[in-house]
């Protein structure tokens, strides 16, 4: 979900990543452009991730409200607010905008994201909408492009579909770092990982939230971070600076009912775990990564490795449980109902 739609005039939009394409996505885009005269180029829109920083500007700006921009989301480019003055980095949409200019149109509509919203963009159009996936995958860098297409190979959506699990925390996905997917997928320890993910969700959505999701909406990736790593039930230092940031606000400073405060008060100093996030995955991940190594070397007489996009190579935990019973490797069925769930609904832009 964007954070809100704006005309942009051409001559304000930069692509300081000049990228090439490959010819499949440009025959794809090309289809796009063949029918700009019909459709209006106005009404094609290119996604542009924001910072916090230029958010604010670009909300003083407008002199709307972040709510209000919000409820630009789905609106013609007749009702959209034109922001002049204001330059937006976009990391891939040049051909739109060459196509725009062609058709002698001044302004395009720009779909405002933050960084953490771009995986979600990019899992909601996965085999659904080809142009926003095309957009989506071009705006990121070449090494994180090639981790995500192998993310969202068939043999790893069960993975995706844990990593799913923390899209109701967009303040957690902000920590998200796609660069280092290809590192988890080489370890072979899928059924960990997805636990893992797994444990990150129920912690924060269950054991800290109760379920409450416009709390889980509130959590922010400050809070999460100064939480991360710490065992207040084991630590009385951890427990004395959490009830300090609590009570000066600076933990949590979107929820504002009391009630809701001291519950996420009680429920964090209850902990009995190390609270998670996907930067104690990535600590983790360290750790478990050279017992996997050693594993697979030294433990395990052969790995079969398989890099077809649709089949996988057994995990660690299948080899040493005995539960791989033949040399060759698992066909992935995944059935059309339960693929729809891991991609998600359908989101497009044009």
Known sequence: MSLGAVRVPLDSLEFPYRRQISFKMRERLGRVFKNLSKAGATEVRIPCTVDEVKFGQILVHLGLSADQLRGT???????????????????????????????????????????????????ESYRRDEVTYALCMGSLTGPKERNMRMLLRPKNLPIVKALNTLLDIPAMVEQLLLGNIHKWLALHIDEQIIHYLDHISTVWKEGICEGKKSLVQSLDIDSIRILQFRMPTVCPGDADTIKRLLDNGTLFP?????????????????????????????????????????????????????????????????????????????????????????????????
């Open 73 to 123: 989301r789905g609106k013609g480019q007749k009702d959209l607010p034109l922001l002049n003055g204001i330059r937006l980095s976009c990391l891939y949409g040049e051909y739109l905008v060459a196509a725009a200019k062609g058709n002698k149109e001044t302004s395009l509509i720009v779909h405002l994201f933050s960084a953490d919203q771009l995986y979600r963009k990019i899992v």
């Open 254 to 350: 979107g929820v504002i009912d009391p009630s809701d405060r001291d519950m996420l008060r009680r429920n964090i100093l209850s902990l009995d775990t190390v609270i998670p996030s996907f930067e104690t995955l990535q600590e983790n991940m360290h750790y478990v990564g050279f017992a996997a190594k050693i594993l697979i070397r030294h433990v395990v007489d052969a790995l079969p490795l398989c890099k077809s996009s649709k089949k996988r190579s057994p995990t660690i935990f299948e080899i040493l449980s005995s539960s791989w019973t033949t040399p060759e490797v698992v066909q992935v069925e995944i059935d059309d109902k339960e693929l729809r769930e891991i991609e998600g609904p359908a989101s497009p832009f044009v």
